[in-house]
T-cell receptor, first 118, second 111 residues
Framework: DVKVTQSSRYLVKRTGEKVFLECVQDMDHENMFWYRQDPGLGLRLIYF???????EKGDIPEGYSVSREKKERFSLILESASTNQTSMYLCASSLGTSGGALGYNEQFFGPGTRLTVL | KQEVTQIPAALSVPEGENLVLNCSFT??????LQWFRQDPGKGLTSLLLIQSSQREQTSGRLNASLDKSSGRSTLYIAASQPGDSATYLCAVLDSNYQLIWGAGTKLIIKP
């Protein structure tokens, strides 16, 4: 079974802190994604990566950065946390495709990290 | 811009009933549509993926249909059980290879 793990299930941080959210997958997937999920808005893509050291902005990258130094690990960084970044953060991974359609293959999700910024 | 809508936002039905969840999208130019299930604390699980050339997919008691021309998909759950209680999300892969998500339908099956 594909397993995607996230470093924390619940996290409470203060405004202005630097926050690291870690995601690890064990299926040698090329693609990895970070989403945030807010009530009534569905999932919104923050960043994605289709290879080591490669990253692309999603729909809402402002206030976030990412790092992918190893294939199995994709980190989301909040450089200076703000209260409007309180949310559920979901990581996902999928197999790569030669056609480059990142959403073409099934995405496997981690359990999520509920982040509260005070 | 592609938009995905799921109505209703919440649904409560007695155990044993057959039910239909709805998903609509504004732009018919999609590559595929997926249905996911989300349980509290367990992330999302992919249920069914329908390619744009397909009309439906089935898995056990679940059947998903796709009508691209009308911008609609339905998820049919037969003989519902309390274990089916969860939030169900649909997402379309749009012409820019972006997954666009609905906000979900929270389903409660009453024993």
């Amino acid at each position: 079974d594909v397993k995607v793990t996230q470093s924390s299930r619940y996290l409470v941080k203060r405004t202005g802190e630097k926050v690291f959210l870690e995601c690890v997958q064990d299926m040698d997937h090329e693609n990895m994604f970070w989403y945030r999920q807010d009530p009534g808005l569905g999932l919104r893509l923050i960043y994605f990566s289709y290879d080591v050291k490669m990253k692309e902005k999603g729909d809402i990258p402002e206030g976030y950065s990412v790092s992918r130094e190893k294939k199995e690990r994709f980190s989301l960084i909040l450089e200076s946390a703000s209260t409007n970044q309180t949310s559920m953060y979901l990581c996902a991974s999928s197999l790569g495709t030669s056609g480059g359609a990142l959403g073409y293959n099934e995405q496997f999700f981690g359990p999520g990290t509920r982040l509260t910024v005070l | 811009k592609q938009e995905v809508t799921q109505i209703p936002a919440a649904l409560s039905v007695p155990e044993g009933e057959n039910l239909v969840l709805n998903c609509s999208f504004t732009d018919s130019a999609i590559y595929n549509l997926q249905w996911f299930r989300q349980d509290p604390g367990k992330g999302l699980t992919s249920l069914l993926l329908i390619q744009s050339s397909q009309r439906e997919q089935t898995s056990g008691r679940l059947n998903a249909s796709l009508d691209k021309s009308s911008g609609r998909s339905t998820l049919y759950i037969a003989a519902s059980q309390p274990g089916d209680s969860a939030t169900y999300l649909c997402a379309v892969l749009d012409s820019n290879y972006q997954l666009i998500w609905g906000a979900g339908t929270k389903l409660i099956i009453k024993p």
